[in-house]
């Protein structure tokens, strides 16, 4: 089966600090991979998704940035945190082209960032 | 107008009570339809798909209607573990499509069960 992991799970960074969130699917090959964002009290944000490595799509202008080194790891990074990058980050993969895709996203547990 | 638009609640019922959760969307090329559930500072989870013809899945029953483009979910004798938001989200990648997944979300409508 398809299992999901990010982390960390949480961390407290302050301003002008570097971030580097991990992700890492297992069991499927190709997946299309996401990074969203939930800020408090709101919906999911799409920030970045990628349909292969290397391929990266922003959705919006950011202070953030995403790479896929390699086919099942997805990294969402910063140089410098704002104070507004604060809110919880979530990974999520769903079927790549080899496969039926019935249209849903899986997610991982959630990374809690809060800029100082 | 949202995209996916939803009651924020909450919907506060006691146990064993019938609740109901409605959802519309605008964009009428939507494909595919889903609720997902997220308990408090915990990731979104697949609760169901929804179907034109209805699909019931236990105590939760889901209903899509396309024509006025409106996606219910109905959980009957609510439980507390039932305490979660509800989150409606439609996908507009045609189906069985394996690239990028266009899937927007409803900001979620919360649910506390009461006992």
């Known amino acids: 089966s398809q299992t999901i992991h990010q982390w960390p799970a949480t961390l407290v960074q302050p301003v002008g600090s570097p971030l580097s969130l991990e992700c890492t699917v297992e069991?499927?090959?190709?997946?299309?991979l996401y990074w969203y964002r939930q800020a408090a009290g709101r919906g999911l944000q799409l920030l970045f998704y990628?349909?292969?490595?290397?391929?990266i799509s922003s959705e919006v202008p950011q202070n953030l940035s995403a790479s896929r080194p390699q086919d099942r790891q997805f990294i969402l990074s910063s140089k410098k945190l704002l104070l507004s990058d604060s809110g919880f980050y979530l990974c999520?993969?769903?079927?790549?082209?080899?496969?039926?895709?019935?249209?849903?996203?899986?997610f991982g547990e959630g990374s809690r960032l809060t800029v100082l | 107008r949202k995209e996916v638009e939803q009651d924020p609640g909450p919907f506060n019922v006691p146990e064993g009570a019938t609740v109901a959760f409605n959802c519309t969307y605008s964009?009428?090329?939507?494909?595919?339809f889903f609720w997902y559930r997220q308990d408090c500072r915990k990731e979104p989870k697949l609760l169901m798909s929804?179907?034109?013809s209805g699909n019931e899945d236990g105590r939760f029953t889901a209903q899509l209607n396309r024509a006025s483009q409106y996606i219910s979910l109905l959980i009957r004798d609510s439980k507390l573990s039932d305490s979660a938001t509800y989150l409606c989200?439609?996908?507009?990648?045609?189906?069985?499509?394996?690239?990028?997944?266009?899937?927007?979300f409803g900001t979620g409508t919360k649910l506390q069960v009461i006992p």
């Open positions: 999520a993969w769903s079927v790549g082209s080899n496969a039926i895709n019935t249209g849903e996203l899986f």
């Open positions: 069991g499927t090959s190709n997946p299309n």
């Open positions: 990628s349909v292969g490595i290397g391929q």
């Open positions: 964009n009428s090329a939507s494909q595919s």
């Open positions: 929804v179907y034109s």
């Open positions: 989200v439609v996908n507009a990648s045609p189906l069985n499509s394996g690239g990028y997944q266009k899937v927007t």
